[in-house]
């Protein structure tokens, strides 16, 4: 009877993550967690409050909020937690990457489980958005809807392009920090600060890109410290924030970068596409300040209730940061088709923002059956005939796949002249998986099967 009991407590999600929570070693660090979900969960609910679709005269518009309200772009500030991600994600992979040179198994195999956990769920997605499209086009949807409608649902993907990239890095920035310590750091954000001098003073705006990698990389890097217990010190927490916050507010007000940390479409410079230096200062500020409640938040997630919940968040939190925008978007797509009057309401009134947490929550409920269905995706393929795949495939596999997600989270589905190239891209991470070694390309393996 008491076996039955126990059985029955571990079914489901709910029951699974109840599961994990009691499994969980004291030696973690469940702050870790909590920030990542927590990061993520900011990232979502930025999303559905800035999205301001609009009917008027017969026609339908998607706003931005941030373009409709130049005061809102102060919430940016408060939203944009993207520095907390490749922070967390340097602990993280520091934590990973020893571990795995402990048990002596390899690159290749490290880094082909970690793109498999990154990259499967973004597969399904993919998917859907193709008959999507489809069906859209057979209804008579006018394309410029269907790339409007894919681009805003497909950009979360940017961050996986830039994140695997800095995935492939960490046996590098690993053997600079062990080498060099905190100079390594100082060299990533003096090369950061370098690409914004060339980008504004010299005209060079190309070399924009390079930020992609100095910033994040330099935020990354950071994680590492806090992994070794140099960020520990109250003095150290204060000067990080202190010295983030000053830097952000005289980047902003004296220098060109404009107030939002999140691009904004009425914007000449964005400081996002590609990252600049006010990201690198609101990561200082934000690293400071959040651990600087480490120690209570460690307590408290000692707790069952927070930390059961935090697991059951970090279980489904690709699944979650990448069908946020679709479920939003065919929910938006459905009311202009069907009753676009309640897209009356002026974007940024008072009505309007008392209408907010009612959209919310219906976007939330939309996402529930997509997390249900697709969440599963996060776990790794356990399947006997799964074999080791060279770097060489690895690196090919991630290069095809980040041209595909960086073409479909800037342009869309629609914006090209030719639904080939739109194609293209759509195939790009498939046949990037398949050379990963997984995916339903691979011979063998299918991971849309149980």
Same mark, same amino acid.
């Given at each position: 009877?008491?076996?039955?009991?126990?059985?029955?407590?571990?079914?489901g999600?709910?029951?699974?993550?109840r599961?994990?929570a009691?499994?969980?070693?004291?030696?973690?660090?469940?702050?870790v967690?909590?920030?990542?979900?927590?990061?993520?969960?900011?990232?979502?609910?930025?999303h559905?409050?800035?999205a301001?679709?609009?009917?008027?005269?017969g026609?339908?518009y998607m706003?931005?909020?941030?373009?409709?309200?130049?005061w809102?772009?102060w /919430?940016?500030w408060?939203?944009q937690?993207m520095? &907390?991600? #490749? %922070?967390?994600?340097g602990y993280?992979n +520091?934590?990973?990457w020893e571990a795995?040179l402990?048990?002596?198994?390899?690159?290749?195999?490290?880094?082909?489980t970690?793109?498999?956990?990154?990259?499967g769920?973004?597969?399904p997605?993919?998917?859907?958005?193709?008959?999507l499209?489809?069906?859209a086009?057979?209804?008579?949807i006018?394309?410029g809807f269907?790339?409007v409608?894919?681009?805003?649902?497909?950009v979360p993907?940017w961050?996986l392009?830039?994140?695997?990239?800095v995935v492939?890095?960490v046996p590098?920035?690993?053997?600079a920090?062990?080498r060099?310590?905190l100079?390594?750091?100082?060299? /990533?954000?003096?090369g950061?600060?370098?690409v914004? &001098?060339? #980008? %504004?003073a010299g005209?060079?705006?190309? +070399?924009?890109?390079?930020n992609y990698f100095?910033?994040?990389?330099?935020i990354h890097?950071i994680?590492?410290?806090?992994?070794?217990?140099?960020?520990?010190?109250?003095?150290?927490?204060l000067?990080?924030f202190?010295?983030?916050?000053?830097?952000l507010?005289?980047?902003v007000?004296?220098?060109?970068?404009p107030?939002?940390?999140?691009?904004?479409?009425t914007d000449?410079?964005?400081?996002?596409?590609?990252?600049?230096l006010?990201?690198l200062?609101?990561g200082?500020?934000q690293i400071g300040?959040?651990?600087?409640?480490?120690?209570?938040?460690?307590?408290? /997630?000692?707790r069952?209730?927070?930390w059961t919940?935090t697991?059951?968040?970090n279980?489904?939190i690709?699944t979650?940061?990448l069908?946020?925008?679709?479920?939003?978007?065919?929910?938006?797509?459905?009311?202009?088709?069907?009753i676009?009057g309640i897209f009356g309401?002026?974007?940024?009134?008072?009505?309007?923002?008392?209408w907010?947490?009612v959209w919310v929550?219906?976007?939330?409920?939309?996402?529930l059956?997509?997390?249900l269905?697709?969440?599963?995706?996060?776990r790794?393929?356990k399947?006997k005939?799964?074999?080791?795949?060279?770097?060489?495939?690895l690196?090919a596999?991630?290069f095809?796949?980040?041209?595909g997600l960086?073409y479909?989270?800037?342009?869309g589905?629609?914006?090209?002249?030719?639904?080939?190239?739109?194609?293209?891209?759509l195939a790009l991470?498939?046949?990037?998986?398949?050379c990963?070694?997984?995916?339903?390309l691979r011979g063998?393996?299918?991971i849309?099967?149980?």
């Amino acid at each position: 009877m008491e076996e039955t009991s126990n059985s029955n407590k571990h079914k489901g999600i709910l029951g699974q993550a109840r599961k994990l929570a009691d499994l969980t070693p004291p030696s973690r660090n469940r702050y870790v967690d909590f920030l990542r979900a927590v990061s993520i969960m900011s990232v979502v609910l930025g999303h559905w409050i800035m999205a301001a679709p609009f009917y008027e005269r017969g026609k339908p518009y998607m706003h931005h909020l941030l373009a409709v309200l130049d005061w809102s772009q102060w /919430l940016t500030w408060i939203f944009q937690v993207m520095p &907390i991600f #490749f %922070f967390v994600g340097g602990y993280a992979n +520091l934590t990973s990457w020893e571990a795995n040179l402990r048990k002596e198994q390899g690159y290749a195999q490290w880094l082909g489980t970690r793109l498999e956990r990154l990259l499967g769920p973004v597969l399904p997605l993919l998917c859907v958005w193709v008959v999507l499209t489809l069906a859209a086009k057979s209804i008579g949807i006018p394309q410029g809807f269907i790339k409007v409608g894919s681009r805003i649902a497909l950009v979360p993907t940017w961050f996986l392009a830039v994140y695997i990239m800095v995935v492939l890095f960490v046996p590098a920035t690993y053997a600079a920090w062990k080498r060099f310590g905190l100079w390594s750091i100082i060299a /990533l954000i003096a090369g950061a600060v370098a690409v914004d &001098i060339a #980008f %504004f003073a010299g005209g060079f705006r190309s +070399l924009g890109i390079l930020n992609y990698f100095f910033v994040w990389l330099a935020i990354h890097q950071i994680g590492y410290a806090w992994r070794e217990g140099l960020l520990d010190s109250v003095k150290t927490m204060l000067v990080l924030f202190l010295a983030g916050l000053f830097l952000l507010v005289a980047l902003v007000n004296w220098g060109p970068y404009p107030l939002s940390l999140v691009g904004v479409p009425t914007d000449k410079i964005s400081n996002t596409l590609p990252p600049k230096l006010p990201l690198l200062a609101l990561g200082l500020a934000q690293i400071g300040l959040l651990l600087s409640m480490q120690s209570p938040a460690r307590k408290w /997630l000692d707790r069952i209730l927070p930390w059961t919940s935090t697991v059951l968040v970090n279980g489904m939190i690709m699944t979650i940061f990448l069908w946020h925008s679709t479920s939003m978007m065919l929910i938006i797509g459905l009311g202009f088709y069907l009753i676009p009057g309640i897209f009356g309401i002026d974007p940024g009134s008072g009505i309007w923002w008392a209408w907010r947490p009612v959209w919310v929550l219906t976007f939330a409920a939309g996402t529930l059956p997509f997390l249900l269905a697709f969440s599963r995706f996060e776990r790794p393929s356990k399947s006997k005939d799964k074999k080791n795949v060279g770097v060489f495939r690895l690196y090919a596999g991630c290069f095809l796949t980040c041209a595909g997600l960086a073409y479909l989270a800037l342009r869309g589905i629609g914006s090209a002249p030719h639904w080939g190239y739109d194609a293209v891209a759509l195939a790009l991470p498939f046949i990037g998986a398949a050379c990963a070694g997984f995916g339903p390309l691979r011979g063998g393996i299918n991971i849309f099967n149980k």
